[in-house]
């Protein structure tokens, strides 16, 4: 029977804004895991730390491959279409990332995940889907 490494969560605050994604990247390189999620207080703030954080992990001179996503809010009622069909293949794409590493718990990469509460809240389709 094979044991189950514990998931550890790290809860950040109290930095300021563009010392984030610095304090992140040397947060995951001490500490690596196959996937980081990382929540921002609104899609803006997700996208420039998702840069922080790439910027940042490749400054440092971690020698394993990161990949830094945004998983923005769905815009369903948008009434722009081009920002609606962003929205979603982004959210598609980070789901399809996701999928293959469920169940792992130390992988060559990590994924870095940035998103928004929102975004968190809202349905995604079904696994099989």
């Known amino acids: 029977m094979s044991e189950l490494t514990p998931i550890v969560r790290h809860k950040l605050t109290g930095v300021c804004p563009p010392a984030r994604g610095a304090v992140i990247a040397a947060l995951g390189r001490e500490h690596p895991a196959p996937v980081w999620l990382v929540v921002a207080e609104d899609l803006k703030a997700a996208e420039h730390l998702a840069e922080d954080?790439?910027?940042?992990?490749?400054?440092?001179?971690?020698?394993?491959?990161?990949?830094?996503?945004?998983?923005?809010?769905?815009?369903?009622?948008?009434?722009?279409?081009?920002e609606a069909f962003a929205a979603s293949n982004d959210r598609l794409t980070v789901l399809s990332r996701l999928r293959p590493l469920r169940g792992f718990t130390t992988t060559p990469d990590t994924l870095v995940v940035v998103t928004t509460p929102a975004a968190l809240l809202q349905s995604v389709p079904a696994l099989e889907e």
């Not at 940042?56 to 998983?71: E, K």
């Open 53 to 82: 954080i790439a910027f940042f992990h490749a400054a440092l001179g971690d020698p394993r491959p990161q990949q830094s996503l945004v998983f923005p809010e769905s815009m369903l009622d948008s009434g722009e279409m081009r």
